[in-house]
């Protein structure tokens, strides 16, 4: 009966060691696979991510945003005229040099906002190849090696039955937690890519504020703000090799086990934290609202 008893307790402790180590590798693969894709869709341009998006936003910018944008480009220059007359005392104080200027800072502001499209993709191109470079120098992954997973098995075969059930309820718990929070990453991420094409279908009626002195900051604000988004995908990128090389500092080949879940489980909830903070870095770098 003993033997019998001795087989089944082994049997199951094998099967939760196995258990284990499916939680862990597996944990592992999927957080770093969508921190993978995080860094790649860090780097996109709106365009590269979807297409059919990218057609419907400009589509959408162009045929709905940009008239209204002409009118509030028609109402500004006319303020601009009636401010710039009683500026000259009723023409009183006339000088062609005024109305000249207005001509011209009115032809270049419509000139922007037609080619507003143009201008928000140049931006976004740049940033793309910033956060590209960046990416070929801050590199690194996540992923166990075979001498970790190794380690890790020479360690659980000196637990009892008791401490590898206490070992596995807990691996299971921060399995869980981690599918949470690599999912968490994703939604980051490619959130951000979203907010693009949101602020690019827009982007006619700020841009249209530019030639009154009075509106010009609404402008600029939109240009730090789409500057700023583009700054967020190295940030991105910075995070993440961050977060690489966090993880490949942990002792796999200690004894305590489960010290070794909950540390890697605190460097991912740290990622999601600094992954939500790098849009607020990114505006206050650039005095953006």
Same mark, same amino acid.
Not at 249 to 261: A, R
Not at 265 to 272: D, M, P
């Given at each position: 009966?003993?033997?019998?008893?001795?087989?089944?307790?082994?049997?199951?402790?094998?099967?939760?060691? +196995?258990?284990?180590?499916? /939680?862990l590798?597996?944990?592992?693969? $999927?957080v770093?696979?969508?921190?993978?894709?995080?860094?790649e869709?860090?780097?996109?341009?709106?365009?590269? @991510?979807?297409?059919?998006?990218?057609a419907?936003?400009?589509?959408?910018?162009?045929?709905?945003?940009?008239?209204?944008? +002409? #009118?509030?480009?028609?109402?500004?220059?006319?303020?601009e005229?009636?401010?710039?007359?009683?500026?000259?005392?009723?023409?009183r104080?006339?000088?062609?040099? /005024?109305? @000249?200027?207005?001509?011209?800072?009115?032809?270049?502001?419509?000139?922007?906002?037609?080619?507003?499209? /143009?201008?928000? #993709?140049?931006? @976004?191109?740049?940033a793309?190849?910033?956060?590209?470079?960046? &990416?070929?120098?801050?590199?690194g992954?996540?992923?166990?090696?075979?001498?970790?997973?190794?380690?890790? !098995?020479?360690?659980?075969e000196?637990? !009892? %039955?008791?401490?590898?059930?206490?070992?596995?309820?807990? *691996?299971?718990?921060?399995?869980i937690?981690m599918k949470?929070m690599?999912i %968490?990453?994703?939604?980051?991420v490619?959130?951000?890519?979203?907010?693009?094409?949101?602020?690019? *279908? %827009?982007?006619?009626?700020?841009? &249209?504020? =530019?030639?009154?002195?009075?509106s010009?900051?609404?402008g600029? /604000?939109?240009m730090?703000? %789409? =500057?700023a988004?583009?700054?967020?995908? $190295?940030?991105?990128?910075?995070?993440?090799g961050?977060?690489?090389?966090?993880?490949?500092t942990?002792d796999?080949?200690?004894?305590?086990?489960? +010290?070794? @879940?909950?540390?890697?489980?605190?460097?991912?909830?740290?990622?999601?934290f600094?992954l939500?903070?790098?849009?607020?870095?990114?505006?206050?770098?650039?005095?953006?609202?």
């Amino acid at each position: 009966m003993d033997q019998i008893i001795d087989a089944l307790t082994e049997g199951l402790a094998d099967d939760l060691r +196995g258990g284990i180590l499916d /939680n862990l590798s597996g944990m592992f693969e $999927f957080v770093n696979a969508q921190v993978g894709q995080a860094g790649e869709a860090a780097a996109m341009t709106p365009e590269a @991510f979807s297409p059919g998006i990218f057609a419907m936003v400009r589509s959408v910018s162009e045929t709905v945003i940009l008239p209204i944008a +002409g #009118m509030i480009l028609t109402c500004i220059a006319c303020i601009e005229l009636i401010q710039m007359v009683i500026d000259q005392n009723n023409m009183r104080d006339h000088e062609t040099w /005024n109305i @000249f200027r207005w001509a011209v800072k009115t032809a270049v502001a419509v000139i922007i906002i037609t080619n507003t499209f /143009n201008i928000t #993709m140049a931006v @976004f191109e740049a940033a793309g190849t910033v956060v590209r470079q960046g &990416a070929g120098v801050i590199s690194g992954s996540a992923a166990l090696d075979a001498s970790a997973i190794e380690g890790i !098995e020479a360690s659980i075969e000196e637990l !009892e %039955l008791g401490e590898i059930l206490a070992l596995y309820a807990q *691996s299971l718990i921060v399995h869980i937690a981690m599918k949470a929070m690599g999912i %968490l990453v994703y939604i980051i991420v490619y959130g951000r890519l979203i907010e693009i094409y949101l602020m690019t *279908s %827009l982007a006619p009626i700020p841009m &249209a504020t =530019f030639g009154g002195r009075e509106s010009r900051h609404m402008g600029q /604000n939109f240009m730090r703000s %789409l =500057f700023a988004l583009g700054l967020q995908g $190295f940030l991105l990128i910075v995070c993440i090799g961050i977060y690489a090389v966090l993880v490949q500092t942990v002792d796999y080949t200690g004894d305590d086990i489960m +010290g070794v @879940f909950w540390t890697v489980l605190a460097y991912t909830a740290l990622l999601c934290f600094t992954l939500f903070k790098t849009s607020g870095v990114a505006k206050s770098v650039l005095n953006a609202r």
